[in-house]
């Protein structure tokens, strides 16, 4: 089947997509990817601000737990591990 013929149009009986709802179904999917992205993209960003201000403090190579550990209180541990998690997490 072309590239060109919408899905569903080689099927017997069935009517062609309308292009229209092809294209929007497309467009939010790729919103929904580039939010993705922006989230991850903030959080290295933040990661990468935070551990280039700690280093400079402590003066050695880092590790997740001096990151951690760092924060002043249990609500910051508790985002600094939500941009650690979202570094490590798998891509889609």
Partial sequence: MSELAPTGAGDAGASPLDFRDEVARELRETYSELAGDRKRIAALEELERLTIELAARLRRPLTVF???EAAPDSRE????IALVRELRRPAD
């Fill in 66 to 68: 001096d990151l951690i």
């Fill in 77 to 80: 541990r508790s985002r600094r």
